[in-house]
């Protein structure tokens, strides 16, 4: 049922028509969207990560809408032109979620198809699990549905690397303030570096992420492509749109993500032994620096281990961690075979 304090503005849109929109949830968060599709369509909401906006969606909505859907690509709060509020704990899992189904509210759905990338993986895993009314199914990009290891988080992190002498950049994000300042004195640098450093075609050119030092400054040690090197994804229209929101807003709110991992941790002492009921997928790129997170394992080898009706397992050879955007020919063959099972 819709809550009747959810509005969206919004008109009627064509299906191949991609629109820019404010969402506003009972709660009173307003998410800025890209929206494709028919009203009365079934819903299919896309979650980016970070450092990424719904623009990062753009070549999977059209051939969504074309399916069937009605296509709702959300700007994750913190990002964009949605809401930034100031407090770290406003951006716990707790809060994503919520912001979610105040989507699927807003947009007059009973359920959704929920698909996630990066962060936005576990921020759709999670509504699944937590709302599981509200998701019909789920896709993650990237990034499995972990279970709840024996340690939260940061102690893992640490255990892992940082007493190993070895740098991590989730333990790296966590003083607030660092990462603002290195990623905020040149955007497009930064960006650049990011967007590169974990491509598949900066691993096939040895250019990927360097195994740095505990303590080392994330940024200068990462480089930018060569003219030659640089992905048409990295050109153009879409990227000087990032590099101007991220001027614009700042990287607090997409770090204090980062922040809430151990809050996220203690806030379900037992979400570990959830599994994910409805239909669901995972996608990847071969050679996405996610898949080795724990040293010593493919964490894509047991992608569907918690995956109680998972419909298949897509792992796309050459691509790296922004698989939607290096390969999304693939990625739509993938989700579209998914879709169509349901």
């Not at 947009?107 to 698909?115: H, I, M, S, Y």
């Not at 990462?179 to 096939?204: H, Q, R, Y």
């Not at 994330?218 to 929101?245: C, I, K, N, Y």
């Amino acid at each position: 049922m819709q809550d009747q304090g959810a509005r969206t503005e919004a008109g009627k849109l064509n299906t191949q028509d991609i629109t820019r929109q404010t969402v506003t949830t009972a709660h009173g968060v307003s998410l800025s969207a890209l929206v494709a599709g028919r009203e009365g369509d079934p819903l299919l909401v896309l979650v980016h990560g970070w450092p990424d906006l719904a623009l990062g969606w753009r070549g999977q909505m059209q051939p969504l809408a074309a399916a069937g859907y009605r296509v709702c690509a959300i700007d994750v709060r913190g990002y964009g032109d949605s809401d930034r509020p100031e407090p770290v704990e406003a951006y716990a899992m707790t809060e994503l979620m919520q912001d979610v189904v105040g989507v699927i509210d807003a947009l007059g759905a009973e359920d959704a198809v929920l698909v996630g990338h990066d962060w936005g993986a576990p921020i759709v895993w999670h509504t699944a699990l937590f709302h599981p009314e509200r998701v019909r199914a789920v896709a993650g990009l990237s990034v499995p549905y972990f279970p709840r290891a024996g340690l939260p988080p940061l102690a893992l992190w640490h255990r892992y690397y940082t007493e190993k002498d070895l740098f991590f950049y989730q333990v790296y994000f966590q003083e607030e303030g660092l990462a603002e300042a290195a990623f905020e004195a040149d955007v497009a640098a930064s960006l650049g570096k990011v967007l590169w450093s974990i491509s598949g075609a900066a691993v096939e050119a040895g250019a990927s992420w360097p195994q740095l030092p505990a303590g080392a400054s994330m940024l200068e040690h990462l480089s930018l492509p060569s003219d030659e090197q640089r992905p048409v994804w990295m050109s153009g229209t879409d990227f000087a749109r990032r590099v101007e929101s991220f001027e614009r807003t700042g990287f607090c709110g997409s770090l204090n993500r980062y922040r809430n991992i151990d809050r996220d941790y203690h806030d379900w002492p037992d979400y570990g032994v959830h599994r994910v009921r409805q239909p669901s997928a995972f996608i990847a790129g071969a050679l996405d620096a996610v898949r080795r997170f724990s040293p010593g394992h493919d964490v894509y080898a047991t992608a569907d281990a918690l995956l109680d009706d998972c419909r298949g397992v897509t792992v796309i050879d050459g691509a790296g961690h922004w698989v939607q955007l290096e390969a999304p020919e693939a990625v739509n063959r993938a989700l579209l075979d998914f879709l169509d099972g349901l």
